[in-house]
């Protein structure tokens, strides 16, 4: 795996300055690291919310989610190449790419989430026209026979395209181990979540995002590992129970807000005890199954019949905002917090239907709107502050949400 | 470079006048006001109503169930001619729908909002299917959610997948097939209580496949010099019939006759198209233009470009409904086949470079003086990667490209001069092109 050591007793403090580290490198070093260790390694990026991971793993391959350039990077080039009414992370995306940044990714996938990344996959070709380029069209028909079996044929197809650029063959072997690893690293994923929904004070919203994201660089089994390591020494924090509102996150899916915005909810009395910031890591919910003839058939049915809700996906048959209400009540939050980043077309179409659900069911909200490099966060925290108030004063506050303001 | 420039002065853009119909709009005016009347009268009739997206539309499929077709993108369109798009829209965004996303949808929701008042003043009915073809577009998934809440109705999916690799692979045909055999056909035939019948939808294609013959007839006159058409401004009428309810009928098949006869007659006269600015043609400039138009100001915009001499021999556009101009016909031998590849083909399913290579292709075969690009706000399937297009024709066919910025239906985001300002500067460097190579 690319490098990561941290010692056998590390607090938390360390294991999250570690990720942070890894996260704010933006010439993805310990990539680089790890490909000149063997040369003929392949990386490939990989554009939110969701890639098939295993696929890569099972044929050697790192697969290296990408975010954009976060509040890090000065747009110069990024922004001749996009209008101003486009969001930013493609821009920022751009402006590493063009800036050498991804030179060490032999190839780029990008999943069909929205018009723009599917775009981006064509600006791609264009100006990358050497490396490997590949839409993810996942499926948005729910039928394993009819979706299933096209999925698969994608799969099959992107494993070929690899192999034939130097990657390992996919084999039944290796992707059942590929699938076992990312089952354990969602295992712990989930503990995680878990003691977030129980104790927030011990695992903060700032610091799993941290933790979670720094996988996307990592093999399955080495971010379990990680994971692992900061779950043990969260048991051993002293942290004291906060009266803080408890809140879930929805929106921010794809470009990331700058974890300063995060930190800002947080000290305005919030304590983000659910989210969907690394939704690709979280995807399928539950194991894929693993004791199986056929592990690609299983990869691609846990896409159709265990993926969790998001504004990219088809819900067919199910109710609008079900899962989000679960997921509310499953965390025992007590209101939702809509952060879409700006002009993102599917997270903003969708919000008015989720609202609309929780309204009806009697679960307050207020929303945000942010670029991944906001700056600002004064109004936000106002307005976080206004909402945990509201919340904490009124109790459960009858359906109608408060305030919904846009900060940015 | 600039004092090569000749400095022009222009009237500034006026209301532009009435334009004179030709016979074929006459037809086709009467045509939607009796497919709006039958809408009216659907629920007394009781013809089921089928909603569904221009681009990747089954009209054929949909004719072949009796099925009445409704596109909101057409009723979004229309209503931003009219005038009455900023009030629909306001009225979507006040009721919590963002600022940011495409107009198209938020003007539907506040027309239906108010009344759903057709662009003929009749009453739009509530659908009975919502057929979500998710062509080259993933705003349309989310709007059928939308209306799917509001309705209460069924929505049938037909997930089109992406030409990422520039063609067709025979899975992508299959999976299409697929979930027409498994999810729309048996959809269709439970809303209307009809077995499926091929026999009629074979017939269907074989009237689409004509009426497309004799429109890859109108569009490829335009390399006719003078060109007798506009295969933007004028084409976006054109496109009328095929685009929307009536591909697959006689009555299509009569409409893309008589403008194919109009249009031969004109070449034989030396005749350019009918504009705000009377029949142009002396014709100045030959343009390709890639993206949708401004539906708020159109003949404004129209004008901007006829007061100046300039026609558009191609666009790109006028292709999302459909992609004839390269081969494709709907083949009533293979039926299903036929739709997934029309499907597929629409424009905006088409990945970036093909994009390119066909802006490319209408640049050099219609011997066009330059290109430009109108990049809607709303529209991200358009115009994400359209600053890149610009520079990868610019370098591909060597004349200059234009870049102006609009949008469909939100008459705020239609800024009259500074538009007018950017053309004029385009036009003006056509000119100095022109006069350099001469
Ligand atoms: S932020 Fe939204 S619109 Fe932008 S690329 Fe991501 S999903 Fe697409
Ligand atoms: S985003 Fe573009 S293609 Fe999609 S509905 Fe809006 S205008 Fe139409």
């Known amino acids: 795996m690319p490098t990561m050591t941290w010692p056998q007793d590390a607090d938390t403090v360390q294991l999250v300055a570690l990720a942070r580290q890894w996260v704010d490198d933006l010439n993805l070093t310990a990539v680089r690291q790890w490909k000149a260790e063997q040369p003929g390694r392949l990386a490939i990026g990989h554009l939110p919310i969701y890639a098939p991971r295993p696929i890569l793993e099972a044929v050697g391959v790192l697969p290296v989610a990408v975010f954009g350039g976060g509040d890090q990077v000065d747009i110069i080039r990024g922004d001749s190449y996009f209008q101003s009414y486009i969001c930013h992370i493609p821009r920022s995306t751009i402006e590493l790419a063009l800036g050498g940044q991804y030179d060490c990714l032999d190839g780029m996938m990008f999943p069909s989430i929205c018009d723009v990344i599917r775009n981006l996959s064509g600006m791609w070709r264009m100006l990358f026209p050497e490396r490997w380029s590949c839409y993810v069209d996942l499926p948005q028909n729910f039928d394993a026979k009819v979706g299933g079996k096209f999925y698969v044929s994608e799969l099959r197809r992107m494993a070929r395209e690899l192999h034939e650029r130097g990657a390992l063959e996919l084999t039944d072997q290796r992707l059942r181990q590929a699938i076992a690893d990312e089952n354990r690293r969602r295992a712990v994923l989930q503990r995680l979540d878990d003691l977030r929904h129980k104790e927030p004070w011990k695992v903060p919203a700032s610091e799993v995002?941290?933790?979670?994201?720094?996988?996307?660089?990592?093999?399955?089994?080495?971010?379990?590992?990680?994971?692992?390591?900061?779950?043990?020494?969260?048991?051993?924090?002293?942290?004291?129970?906060?009266?803080?509102?408890?809140?879930?996150?929805?929106?921010?899916?794809?470009?990331?807000?700058?974890?300063?915005?995060?930190?800002?909810?947080?000290?305005?009395?919030?304590?983000?005890?659910?989210?969907?910031?690394?939704?690709?890591?979280?995807?399928?919910?539950?194991?894929?199954?693993?004791?199986?003839?056929?592990?690609?058939?299983?990869?691609?049915?846990?896409?159709?019949?265990?993926?969790?809700?998001?504004?990219?996906?088809?819900?067919?048959?199910?109710?609008?905002?079900?899962?989000?209400?679960?997921?509310?009540?499953?965390?025992?939050?007590?209101?939702?917090?809509?952060?879409?980043?700006?002009?993102?077309?599917?997270?903003?179409?969708?919000?008015?239907?989720?609202?609309?659900?929780?309204?009806?069911?009697?679960?307050?909200?207020?929303?945000?709107?942010?670029?991944?490099?906001?700056?600002?966060?004064?109004?936000?925290?106002?307005?976080?502050?206004?909402?945990?108030?509201?919340?904490?004063?009124?109790?459960?506050?009858?359906?109608?949400?408060?305030?919904?303001?846009?900060?940015? | 470079m600039s004092t090569a420039i000749p400095i022009r002065t222009r009237a500034p853009a006026q209301k532009s006048p009435a334009l004179q119909k030709d016979a074929s709009q006459e037809r086709q005016k009467?045509?939607?006001?009796?497919?709006?009347?039958?809408?009216?009268?659907?629920?007394?009739?009781?013809?089921?109503?089928?909603?569904?997206?221009v681009p990747g539309n089954l009209t054929e499929l949909i004719g072949s169930f009796d099925m009445l077709p409704v596109l909101p993108e057409i009723n979004a369109l229309q209503s931003g001619m009219r005038q009455r798009s900023g009030g629909y829209i306001a009225e979507a965004e006040k009721a919590g729908h963002s600022e940011d996303v495409c107009t198209y949808v938020k003007c539907d929701l506040g027309m239906m909002k108010s009344g759903n008042i057709s662009p003929t003043g009749t009453r739009l009915p509530k659908?009975?299917?919502?057929?979500?073809?998710?062509?080259?577009?993933?705003?349309?998934?989310?709007?059928?959610?939308?209306?799917?809440?509001?309705?209460?109705?069924?929505?049938?999916?037909?997930?089109?997948p992406y030409q990422e690799g520039g063609h067709i692979t025979p899975e992508m045909r299959r999976y299409v097939v697929d979930q027409l055999e498994r999810e729309v056909i048996p959809a269709m035939e439970k809303i209307t209580g009809k077995r499926f019948d091929e026999e009629k939808l074979r017939e269907n294609l074989r009237l689409s496949a004509q009426a497309e013959d004799d429109l890859v007839a109108v569009w490829e006159s335009a390399k006719h010099k003078p060109s007798p058409i506009d295969g933007y401004f004028g084409g976006v009428y054109y496109i009328g019939p095929i685009f929307s309810s009536f591909r697959g009928t006689q009555d299509a098949v009569d409409y893309y006759r008589e403008l194919r006869a109009e249009t031969e007659a004109r070449i034989r006269r030396g005749e350019g198209p009918m504009t705000p600015d009377g029949v142009v043609s002396e014709q100045r400039y030959r343009l390709v233009v890639e993206g949708p138009p401004n539906w708020t100001s159109f003949n404004d915009f129209w004008h901007m470009f006829s007061r100046e001499g300039a026609v558009v021999v191609a666009s790109t556009y006028t292709r999302v409904g459909g992609l004839y101009d390269?081969?494709?016909?709907?083949?009533?031998?293979?039926?299903?086949?036929?739709?997934?590849?029309?499907?597929?083909?629409?424009y905006t399913n088409l990945n970036l470079p093909g994009r390119v290579s066909l802006l490319e292709k209408y640049v050099k075969d219609y011997e066009a003086d330059g290109f430009l690009?109108?990049?809607?706000?709303?529209?991200?399937?358009?115009?994400?990667?359209?600053?890149?297009?610009?520079?990868?024709?610019?370098?591909?066919?060597?004349?200059?490209?234009?870049?102006?910025?609009?949008?469909?239906?939100?008459?705020?985001?239609?800024?009259?001069?500074?538009?007018?300002?950017?053309?004029?500067?385009?036009?003006?460097?056509?000119?100095?092109?022109?006069?350099?190579?001469a």
């Open chain 1, 209 to 408: 995002y941290l933790i979670s994201r720094v996988g996307g660089m990592m093999f399955a089994k080495d971010h379990a590992d990680f994971a692992e390591a900061y779950l043990a020494a969260v048991q051993k924090r002293p942290a004291r129970a906060r009266d803080n509102v408890r809140v879930v996150m929805v929106g921010s899916f794809c470009e990331q807000p700058p974890l300063d915005l995060l930190k800002t909810l947080e000290k305005a009395g919030c304590d983000i005890v659910d989210d969907d910031l690394q939704l690709g890591m979280r995807m399928i919910d539950g194991p894929i199954p693993e004791d199986t003839d056929d592990p690609l058939a299983a990869l691609a049915n846990a896409f159709l019949f265990q993926g969790v809700a998001c504004a990219s996906r088809y819900i067919a048959n199910d109710v609008k905002g079900r899962q989000l209400i679960e997921k509310v009540r499953s965390s025992g939050a007590e209101g939702v917090v809509f952060s879409a980043a700006s002009f993102c077309d599917p997270a903003l179409l969708d919000q008015p239907m989720l609202e609309t659900a929780l309204t009806n069911a009697g679960i307050p909200y207020t929303s945000l709107k942010f670029a991944e490099n906001t700056g600002q966060f004064q109004v936000i925290r106002e307005q976080a502050g206004a909402f945990s108030d509201a919340v904490k004063l009124w109790g459960e506050p009858t359906g109608t949400g408060v305030t919904t303001a846009t900060s940015c």
């Open chain 2, 373 to 437: 690009i109108n990049s809607v706000k709303s529209c991200n399937s358009f115009s994400a990667g359209q600053l890149l297009m610009l520079r990868q024709l610019e370098q591909r066919t060597g004349v200059p490209g234009g870049f102006i910025e609009s949008d469909l239906v939100d008459p705020r985001y239609f800024s009259r001069s500074n538009i007018d300002n950017r053309l004029q500067s385009y036009f003006q460097m056509l000119d100095a092109r022109k006069s350099r190579t």
């Open chain 2, 127 to 160: 659908p009975d299917l919502l057929l979500l073809s998710y062509t080259g577009c993933f705003t349309f998934l989310k709007w059928f959610e939308i209306l799917r809440e509001e309705y209460g109705c069924p929505v049938v999916m037909l997930h089109v």
């Open chain 2, 326 to 346: 390269t081969g494709f016909r709907h083949d009533h031998q293979h039926p299903l086949e036929t739709l997934a590849d029309y499907c597929m083909g629409c």
């Open chain 2, 30 to 53: 009467q045509m939607i006001a009796r497919h709006f009347e039958k809408l009216a009268n659907a629920p007394e009739s009781r013809d089921k109503v089928c909603y569904t997206f």
